[in-house]
């Protein structure tokens, strides 16, 4: 398998010309209701979650963006039109985002940054990780202390696991959901996406893929603690959000679609 061997050194920068935004899901924590609104349509100070993601994106040049939809595609679809292309996961209901991931591999080409629908975060979030060398991913060391935090285990800089389970003691803080892969690390781990998936495992979370690769790949951890982000998977982040997330964000420069 391409995880297989010693850990990959970092390599000089290369040019990320595709972004996946993961936004299949129905959001049923935060709706509480099957049918829902799509998370990434939720409105915060009058824009989308997605049109807050495309202009992060866009102000960094990355203009060919993916959207994996399921739950509700069609408004998702019709909100965007064509400032994005569209793949979607048809068995959304039964499934979790490594099988959205993994349908994402015959549309990206190279080195992409893959970026979770439900995240609000300000552009040097977005910016740290795309400009950064090689393989990265974006982690706050003042968050990490709840169950359903996707917690980090790093060691000198680069990321060594990454899983809800963590322990507390191994944890140094909580996944933001905004990553970049090189091209090498892309193909391996889509091979391990789909390996997972066919070993029974696409109910998993995509971190499962990429807490594979960690051992073969350095991923370079980057702590953006202090700067203003939050995942949305509750009434209270939205609110949250709402109120004091975004107050800070506009400190930061954000330019509109």
Same mark, same amino acid.
């Given at each position: 398998m391409a995880t297989q061997g *010693?850990? &990959?050194?970092? @390599?000089?920068?290369?040019? &990320?010309?595709q972004a996946v935004i993961l936004a299949a899901g129905q959001g049923l924590r935060l709706n509480g209701q099957p049918n829902g609104t799509p998370k990434c349509l939720v409105c915060v100070a009058g824009r989308s979650l997605l049109e807050?993601?495309?202009?992060?994106?866009? #102000? /960094? =040049? /990355? @203009?060919? %963006?993916? &959207? %994996? !939809?399921?739950h509700r595609a069609h408004?998702?679809?019709?909100?965007? =039109?064509?400032?994005?292309?569209?793949? $979607?996961?048809? *068995?959304?209901? $039964?499934?979790?985002?490594?099988? #959205?991931?993994? /349908?994402?591999?015959?549309? !990206?080409?190279?080195p992409f940054v893959l970026v979770n629908g439900d995240v609000l975060a300000c552009s040097d979030v977005y910016q740290r990780v795309v400009e950064s060398p090689g393989n990265a991913l974006a982690y706050d060391s003042r968050s990490g202390q709840e169950p359903e935090h996707m917690k980090v285990k790093v060691c000198s800089?680069? /990321?060594?696991r990454i899983g809800k389970d963590l322990a507390s003691t191994s944890c140094a803080g909580e996944n933001v959901g905004i990553l970049k892969?090189?091209?090498?690390?892309? *193909?391996?781990l889509f091979a391990v996406a789909g390996a997972l998936i066919s070993s =029974?495992?696409?109910?998993?979370?995509?971190?499962?893929? %990429?807490? *594979?690769?960690?051992?073969?790949f350095t991923i370079q951890a980057l702590d953006v603690a202090g700067l203003p982000w939050i995942e949305i998977d509750y009434l209270r982040d939205l609110n949250e959000a709402r109120r004091r997330v975004w107050p800070a964000i506009c400190g930061t420069h954000v330019p509109t679609p």
């Open positions: *010693r850990r &990959v050194s970092p @390599r000089t920068f290369e040019p &990320v010309p807050h993601q495309l202009a992060a994106l866009w #102000s /960094l =040049g /990355l @203009r060919d %963006v993916c &959207v %994996v !939809v399921g408004e998702i679809r019709a909100h965007a =039109g064509d400032a994005c292309c569209y793949i $979607e996961n048809e *068995r959304y209901r $039964e499934t979790n985002s490594l099988k #959205s991931l993994s /349908l994402a591999r015959d549309w !990206v080409r190279g800089g680069r /990321l060594e892969f090189d091209a090498r690390a892309a *193909r391996a =029974g495992l696409e109910n998993s979370w995509a971190p499962a893929a %990429v807490d *594979r690769i960690a051992s073969c």
